[in-house]
């Protein structure tokens, strides 16, 4: 069986960007069942067009998606935009790297913003597009933006196994219409538009409401108490969790309690879409993802975690929780994930 997967694999290796990227032939293909462990890399290909590039611990040029494979990652995650200016992580350049991913026999996570930019706490911008939409009319797009996108990779052969309605949702999307402490009815009608979306296209995939601060108890109990209270649907519970590098312990604790008590009252079981600890610190960054990994993985109702954007380095974007040196290559941090 194994000798038939790996001719599967090898059959199925093509090229996967505009710039003729090509993964190399997958010699053990990723455990594709069990615990989840991946990273989100949605700058890559925004990276290698700005020419970055990416080296394995002994300094070889190696794909970004196939280093993530061989540090022992199974799972991408990808986020999505509706129209954004620069093109980045919309339809097409999402689908580039799904292939890829796909391609690498990976596991797959699609993180919807609902936006044109970036949706997290701080921020849940219409799209433009959406903007002087009615609720009902704003309901519809968020169900149509998400079967089109779904249904592009359908077409191409690839099925999700996870999908966020909404990035870091702690006060709901799509605000003022599904700010959640003003209306968490709206939020809860936006959220079941998106999942109900999700099932037409992919009945087997897993729906994730996804929340920032992981070890905030009272934060999750107010918005899966209002989502409940609002018939709003979910099949698991999303993560995000950043610690520093002198609370990490502590916050892992948090964290740890936070998901016994959201998989006993809702139900529910967890995962962590989104981790990740400054760069330089990569000596206590593998100890925080050593412990959280044997953590969650000894409560067996944790389906993976997630690094966010380790492959950024150099200060990309501003962006200085990544797990590369300055070299480009992984720093020890990622030992953790094999």
Not at 167 to 184: C, F, I, R, V
Request: proline share 4%; hydrophobic share 40%; with cysteine.
């Amino acid at each position: 069986m194994k000798y038939l997967l790996l001719l599967f694999f090898w059959a199925g290796l093509l090229a996967c960007s505009d710039d003729n990227k090509k993964p190399e032939l997958i010699i053990d293909p990723p455990e594709m069942s069990g615990f989840a462990k991946g990273a989100d890399v949605s700058w890559v290909t925004e990276m290698e067009k700005k020419g970055v590039k990416f080296y394995n611990a002994k300094g070889k040029e190696t794909e970004c998606m196939r280093l993530m494979r061989d540090l022992g990652m199974n799972t991408i995650r990808l986020r999505v935009w509706v129209n954004p200016s620069a093109g980045w992580c919309d339809k097409a350049d999402m689908l580039v790297k799904a292939e890829r991913a796909h391609q690498l026999g990976m596991r797959l996570m699609i993180d919807f913003h609902y936006s044109d930019s970036w949706a997290d706490p701080g921020k849940q911008t219409k799209p433009a597009a959406w903007k002087s939409l009615s609720f009902e009319e704003l309901k519809g797009a968020v169900a149509g933006h998400t079967k089109e996108i779904l249904q592009a990779l359908k077409a191409k052969g690839i099925s999700p196994e996870w999908v966020q309605v909404g990035n870091e949702t702690g006060n709901g999307m799509l605000w003022p219409d599904g700010q959640a402490d003003k209306s968490m009815s709206q939020y809860a009608a936006l959220n079941n538009a998106g999942y109900a979306a999700v099932k037409s296209v992919f009945p087997d995939a897993k729906v994730i409401v996804h929340l920032q601060n992981g070890q905030d108890k009272s934060l999750f109990r107010w918005l899966f108490d209002g989502l409940k209270a609002n018939d709003g649907k979910w099949d698991l519970i999303g993560m995000s969790l950043y610690p520093g590098v002198t609370n990490w312990k502590g916050m892992v604790n948090d964290c740890v309690a936070n998901i016994q008590e959201v998989t006993k009252r809702y139900g529910t079981d967890v995962i962590i879409c989104e981790t990740g600890m400054p760069w330089d610190k990569a000596a206590v960054a593998k100890a925080f993802l050593t412990d959280l990994f044997e953590r969650t993985q000894a409560l067996g109702n944790v389906h993976g975690i997630l690094y966010w954007e380790p492959e950024a380095y150099n200060g990309w974007n501003g962006y200085t929780l990544g797990a590369f040196d300055a070299s480009g290559r992984p720093t020890e941090a990622l030992d953790a994930f094999k």
